[in-house]
Nanobody, 116 residues
Framework: QVQLVESGGGLVQPGKSLRLSCAPFGFTFSSAWMTWVRQAPGKGLEWVSRIDSDGGRAWLADSVKGRFTISRDNAKNTLVLQMNSLTVEDTALYYC?????????WGQGTQVIVSS
């Protein structure tokens, strides 16, 4: 059974950092392109970052470029989103998604709240 378990969210002050993790179960992680998608309160879904199956290529939305980094460790079955210099606009529910746009599967999400 496919599962994606996100962790690492929480309440943080503006300018601080958070590290989100996603643990995959039930599929071959090393074959999947992985994406982080977020949804801010009262807004639609926003694509944040994507990484290819072996971690060789990664893409970031303009809104997070220079502040966020996506990475993966296929040996440890872990996907990470390192978020630095957080702003209140980064407040959202962050989802880890397997193969977005294809045979996709979404995690339950982890909440990030950036507030002073």
């Amino acid at each position: 059974q496919v599962q994606l378990v996100e962790s690492g969210g929480g309440l943080v002050q503006p300018g601080k950092s958070l590290r989100l993790s996603c643990a995959p179960f039930g599929f071959t992680f090393s074959s999947a392109w992985m994406t982080w998608v977020r949804q801010a309160p009262g807004k639609g879904l926003e694509w944040v970052s994507r990484i290819d199956s072996d971690g060789g290529r990664a893409w970031l939305a303009d809104s997070v470029k220079g502040r966020f980094t996506i990475s993966r460790d296929n040996a440890k079955n872990t996907l990470v989103l390192q978020m630095n210099s957080l702003t209140v606009e980064d407040t959202a529910l962050y989802y880890c998604v397997k193969d977005l746009g294809g045979d996709d599967f979404w995690g339950q999400g982890t909440q990030v709240i950036v507030s002073s």
